[in-house]
């Protein structure tokens, strides 16, 4: 199975929205609506930020939101705060009833 | 509050076995199926395996499939992983993972992770 497909690295200023996209195929992303998407800090866990395309947990700021079209899946971050400053991975089911995280994007908050 | 730790870590060399163990606390255990992540260091994460809640179903990655093993007592509220035939490729810190769905879908409270080094 190989990883899904993310930017190596995304930018944004305070304020703006960034978007970050996650390609995959018909036996992933664009089979299941079962896309997560985390956030993880230097040296730190990883938190989930939204489940099943488009849900977000109990906590998670409104500012993060998912959504799919066909095999790509996208995280978009509005109103960039400093502390946004992570790297995000996307995961999707498969049809192997495996689970595939994307190689990860580095946000950077200029 | 949800808590899951993980222990077992340390240095092997190539070949040899180690054993994690992951505890949970805060919530019903045997309710929630359960996953093992790892991330090389300076890597993306990479999931390993997963356990329904009941045990009766196990998935693995292919890279681990035939070396590692999952399991769990819920009378102990304890995840594990068994893993054999180390190579240098499985140094990673692995972290267990709870599951929010009916499979390998999303992992909404994580450990802190343990680090597994092999060295030749």
């Known amino acids: 199975q190989s990883a899904l497909t993310q930017p190596a690295s995304v930018s944004g200023s305070p304020g703006q929205s960034i978007t970050v996209s996650c390609t995959g195929t018909?036996?992933?992303?664009?089979?299941?609506?079962?896309v997560s998407w985390y956030q993880q800090h230097p040296g730190k866990a990883p938190k989930l930020l939204i489940y099943?395309?488009?849900n977000r947990p109990s906590g998670v700021s409104n500012r993060f939101s998912g959504s799919k079209s066909g095999t790509t899946a996208s995280l978009t971050i509005s109103g960039l705060q400093p502390e946004d400053e992570a790297d995000y991975y996307c995961?999707?089911?498969?049809?192997?009833?495996?689970?595939?995280f994307g190689g990860g994007t580095k946000l950077t908050v200029l | 509050e949800i808590q899951l730790v993980e222990s077992g870590g340390g240095l092997v060399q190539p070949g040899g076995s180690l054993r994690l163990s992951c505890g949970a606390s805060?919530?019903?255990?045997?309710?929630?199926?359960m996953n093992w992540v790892r991330q090389a260091p300076g890597k993306g994460l990479e999931w390993v395996s997963y356990?329904?809640?009941?045990?009766?179903?196990?998935y693995y990655a292919d890279s681990v499939k035939g070396r590692f093993t999952i399991s769990r007592d819920n009378a102990k509220n304890s995840l594990y992983l068994e893993m054999n035939s180390l190579r240098v490729d499985d140094t990673a810190v692995y972290y267990c993972?709870?599951?929010?769905?009916?499979?390998?879908?999303?992992?909404?409270?994580w450990g802190q992770g343990t680090l597994v080094t092999v060295f030749s």
């Open positions: 993972a709870r599951d929010r769905g009916g499979g390998p879908r999303g992992f909404d409270s």
């Open positions: 805060g919530f019903t255990f045997s309710s929630y199926n």
């Open positions: 356990m329904s809640s009941s045990s009766y179903t196990r």
């Open positions: 018909n036996s992933d992303v664009g089979g299941f609506n079962y």
């Open positions: 099943d395309v488009t």
């Open positions: 995961s999707s089911y498969t049809s192997s009833s495996t689970l595939v």
